[in-house]
């Protein structure tokens, strides 16, 4: 009979064990779990940091360089008005001058100088002259059409016939459209 008492209570010893072993396996477990959860709260952290220095810098960037475009804005036509502040200049000059001037071949003489320096500063700067419309065919991306008149000759409808205003160039940008009267 004793070894019959025995057994089950090695059994239970042993079901005892087991419980004993699986709780220290599930300690051991939540401690793993305990430590997994906090070494990705740390990284979400971190993440979190790292997305709020970066939105950080990019905001900085974006003001940065909103200024400097203003900046830009604001000096951008600085070179030329220095280079046309001579043009001036000689326009001042030349409106003395004429005050006393008897001759008006002279005064014209001296307005066309100064007209041409002037041109040539907008040359140098990319300025240039919408040339040679005549007879050439209505462009609605350079021109703008003034009126239609009846054509001289059938060869002329839908061309330019006139210019009513010079247009401009800078670069390849249209600065001002050239005024047209175009054949119908």
């Keep these: 009979m004793n070894s019959e008492n025995t057994a089950p209570e090695e059994k239970e010893v042993n079901k005892e064990e087991d419980v004993l072993t699986n709780d220290a396996s599930v300690t051991e477990n939540d401690a793993d779990v305990l ?8 990284e979400i952290q971190e993440l979190k940091d ?8 990019f905001e900085n960037y974006r003001r940065r360089t909103s200024k400097e475009r203003i900046d830009l804005i604001k000096t951008a036509s600085e070179d030329v008005i ?7 200049d000689d326009f001042e000059r030349a ?9 008006v071949e002279v005064v014209r003489n001296g307005n066309q100088l100064i ?3 002037l041109v ?8 240039k002259v919408m040339e040679d419309l005549i007879g050439k065919p209505f462009d609605a991306d350079k021109q ?5 008149v009846p054509a001289p000759s059938e060869e002329l409808k839908g ?5 009513i205003e010079k247009g401009y160039t800078l670069g390849d940008k249209v600065v001002r459209y050239a005024k047209v009267v175009i054949g119908a």
């Design 82 to 88: 220095a280079e046309i502040i001579p043009v001036v």
């Design 120 to 127: 040539k500063v907008l040359e140098i700067k990319g300025l």
């Design 50 to 57: 790292k997305y709020l220095r970066l939105y950080s810098e």
């Design 35 to 42: 430590s997994g959860e906090e070494k990705l709260i740390g």
């Design 115 to 117: 007209f041409h320096k």
């Design 95 to 103: 409106f003395k001058a004429s005050e006393d001037e008897k001759d």
């Design 144 to 148: 703008e059409a003034i009126t239609n």
């Design 159 to 163: 061309k330019v016939i006139d210019v």
